[in-house]
């Protein structure tokens, strides 16, 4: 049996006003995906921003190890790798750099060799040095996938990681996600398209 990292329990959210989901609980243990599914408008991004703190639930708990996330919100933002709808990358900063600005904003050491593997595992080497505002929308979210794989976060917060992506880069999506499994990670992933094994979570409209 699987222990317990993090449990939410009887989650609420509001979004305009308007009830998206109440009483919703879960738990996950290292080495879990939980991929969230549901009809566009269910609720699946507004969970993932709940989970990371950046709307707030109207009721229920988050849990890490038994203790309430929003007791610490700086520490436990450094302990997460998000990647939203939009890919959170500055435009005039090249794809190598994007990465490396990221590790020292969360306060973590930004070794080259791990980024160039990061870099490596996307396909992203040849454009390493090329700002990112001249990247194709796939080679933009390839980026910002390198940015969370080169994290030393346990837990993932990913929103439809698919968008844009061709079949070589979602294959290698499936191999860093999977890669981060094996090694104790978890992961938390919206998402219309199967992912790696993974439990679901359908979200109602």
Request: positive net charge; hydrophobic residues 50%; charged residues 20%.
């Amino acid at each position: 049996m699987i222990a317990t990292v993090l449990e939410v329990s009887d989650l609420a959210c509001r979004r305009g006003g308007r009830r998206v989901f109440e009483g919703l609980s879960f738990a996950l243990g290292k080495g879990e995906l939980l991929a969230l599914t549901g009809r566009n408008g269910s609720g699946k991004t507004t969970l993932l921003r709940a989970l990371a703190l950046l709307v707030p639930a109207r009721a229920g708990a988050i849990l890490w190890q038994g203790e309430d996330v929003r007791t610490d919100r700086e520490a436990w933002h450094r302990g997460l790798a998000w990647l939203g709808h939009q890919d959170g990358l500055k435009s005039d900063l090249t794809a190598a750099e994007n990465v490396t600005v990221a590790e020292r904003l969360h306060g973590r050491s930004a070794e080259p060799g791990r980024i160039e593997a990061a870099l490596a595992a996307f396909d992203l080497v040849r454009l390493a040095d090329r700002a990112v505002r001249t990247l194709s929308a796939g080679q933009r979210r390839r980026v910002a996938l390198a940015r969370v794989s080169v994290s030393q976060a346990l837990l993932w917060l990913l929103d439809e990681p698919l968008n844009a992506l061709d079949a070589p880069a979602q294959k290698a999506l499936h191999e860093v996600l999977s890669q981060h499994l094996a090694s104790g990670g978890m992961a938390i992933a919206a998402t219309h398209a199967p992912l790696v094994a993974a439990r679901t979570l359908e979200l109602a409209a």
